[in-house]
């Protein structure tokens, strides 16, 4: 078993340094912000904790392993913050309460699975998982991120076509019109019209003024509970997306909450944590409420079944899992489950967005053209006759 006990004085790289004095050499090569609000790319805390968790499998002293990791750090504000924890380890403070200094870098459930490490002696073992939790959940997301490019980029190349042509182009056929002196059919003329409005210095000043308090005021909007719930709410019931959306949110909640129960925290505290792992605040509220009932006395299953939030799937696996006592087992399964149904649906809209993005170009482009070329196919017609 690893010691987590206090190292005052450490002996590393054949110089005898104090964890004090390795903090103070790391601050003057980079600015440091206060813990609290201290930020910390996620990337180097999953190699953080899978560091942590090997030196203490090898039996390297807790304070001692926190230094030697901060040596070896390339990125400086986290070597700073990490040498300074190891100092306040060698003054005799627990690892869970060191790690609370910093709020925006070590989170409530990560909190959480190291103090039942601490309590139940598995400290490296719940460090190994916390990295594991955190490369699944940045998975997920950058999955997310991914399904959700597509459409963005679609609307971008759309627009962007759109506007060149109108303000580049048609304007060069309205003159050559305007010389005919015959009267344009509808789709022409509609072009023509749409040529001079986004060319015009009203369009060229108010388009950006419009768009930029559009955004100001759905910031202000979704910045309060009330808008939160409804956009939120509104996202699951995006076709396509808003089910691969909850079936991330399921994922998580279920990977996050398998982690803790299997690290001995109870069910309650386990959820508590959860609400914090949600993005969606509807998924939010409706982990609160299940949690009030449990503490009233209901079971899990049917505390998160009164939500209409969550799948049936999930809703029966807990209810397996509470009747034979594998709660953790039935969370860790429906977990993997919902994991591959994100990476399955995700591919799927990526092959289905290829395509779709050279067909709508190709429409927005072919409709112009068209338009701009009825008036020569009316003129020929009218000679050949």
Known sequence: MANYGSQP??????????????????????QQPSPAQLKIPQKDLVVF?????????????LAQGL?????NM?????????????????AGEELSFSLKQYPKVFKPIMIGLIEAGEAGGILETVLDRIATLMEEQAKLRGQIIGALVYPVIVFVLATSVSLG???FIVP????????????LPGLTAFMLSLSKIVTSPIFLIGAPITIFVGLLLFRGFYS???????VDSLIFKIPLFGDLIQRTEMANLCDTLSTLVNSGIPVVDGLERCINASSNERVRISIRRGILLVQQGQELNESLGQSKVFPKLVISMIRIGEETGQLSFMLEKLSLFYKREVEATVSALTKAMEPAIIGVVAVIVGTIVISLYLPMFSIITKIGT
């Open 165 to 167: 042509l109108l303000i």
């Open 172 to 183: 060069r056929f309205d003159e050559m019109f305007r010389g005919m002196g015959s009267e």
């Open 9 to 30: 004085s450490l002996q590393l790289n054949g110089k005898s340094r104090t964890s004090l004095n390795i903090a103070e050499n790391s601050s003057t090569k980079a």
């Open 74 to 90: 390339t990125n400086k504000k986290l070597a700073f913050c990490v040498a300074r924890i190891a100092s306040r380890l060698s």
């Open 224 to 230: 309060s509970k009330e808008g939160q719930l409804t």
């Open 49 to 61: 904790f899978r560091q942590l968790s090997v030196i203490l499998q090898s039996g390297i002293p």
């Open 67 to 71: 230094t030697l990791i901060a040596e």
